[in-house]
């Protein structure tokens, strides 16, 4: 399977209640850098790697999202999948279902972004016969982010979601599944990939991916700031259209 094949879904639905301090009136995931939604700079820079057709799980204030893209005239082709009530990470996924068509496909969380290596993500995915691969990277205070241990296998035997505050391998947020993880999944139900889903496959065919790539997260109103910083500049200020 071509990376141009998998298909990507972004979760965009969360309520970005830290944030709404300095970003009241959107989805965090339309939180503009540069000029530009957070969102967009997401879907460009996967796009650089030949993915093509992206799959926006919306939930709070989600008209924002569809009017934005409704006209969108770009090369990717963009799908709305809705939530009529929260449904968390995991629900989401399990949600936009109906729009996956890859085998294997790409998991993005909408408010961070990590310039791994795609293309060395999805072989090592598959090289690895995983069900789950997710993108790890190193951070000096885990306290905020998924603590992960990996085997020398690279397997995961280790997943605690916001514990302690020493160094480790953290979350980074992008993911490939294998389409058949989500028969584990109820529809219409609340459920998190990071306490719910990822716990339960840990020891099982679940890896992590270390990337040296940084994490960059909106989340909250100073990392929204770093962000600024981090990212301005980085894809110009053209409305990706």
Same mark, same amino acid.
Request: glycine share 10%.
């Given at each position: 399977?071509?990376?141009?094949?998998?298909?990507?879904?972004?979760l965009s639905g969360g309520q970005g209640t830290r944030l709404r301090e300095v970003v009241s009136d959107r989805p965090k995931t339309m939180a503009e850098i540069n000029q530009r939604p957070f969102l967009d700079i997401l879907i460009d820079y996967t796009s650089t790697y030949c993915f093509k057709r992206f799959i926006l799980c919306t939930g709070y204030k989600s008209s924002i999202?569809?009017?934005?893209?409704?006209?969108?005239t770009g090369q990717q082709e963009i799908l709305i999948s809705d939530e009529n009530q929260p449904l968390d990470?995991? $629900? %989401?996924?399990?949600?936009?279902?109906?729009?996956?068509q890859s085998d294997s496909f790409l998991v993005?969380?909408?408010?961070?972004?990590?310039?791994?290596d795609l293309p060395g993500f999805a072989d090592f995915h598959t090289k690895k $016969? %995983?069900?789950i691969s997710m993108v790890v990277v190193e951070a000096g205070n885990a306290r905020d982010y998924g603590l992960i241990s990996l085997d020398n296998s690279q397997k995961i035997i280790r997943f605690e979601e916001k514990t302690g505050d020493e160094q480790a391998f953290i979350n980074a947020g992008i993911y490939l599944f294998k389409k058949e993880v989500l028969a584990s999944l109820a529809y219409n139900t609340k459920y998190s990939l990071e306490y719910d889903l990822f716990p339960s496959f840990v020891g099982q065919e679940f890896y992590g991916y270390i990337s040296p790539a940084p994490m960059i997260d909106i989340g909250t109103p100073e990392r929204f700031e770093q962000a600024q910083k981090s990212i301005s500049g980085l894809y110009g200020n053209a409305r990706h259209k």
């Open positions: 399977m071509t990376l141009a094949e998998i298909d990507v879904i972004i999202i569809k009017d934005y893209y409704a006209d969108y990470t995991g $629900g %989401a996924v399990k949600n936009a279902e109906q729009f996956i993005m969380n909408g408010d961070s972004f990590c310039p791994v $016969g %995983a069900m």
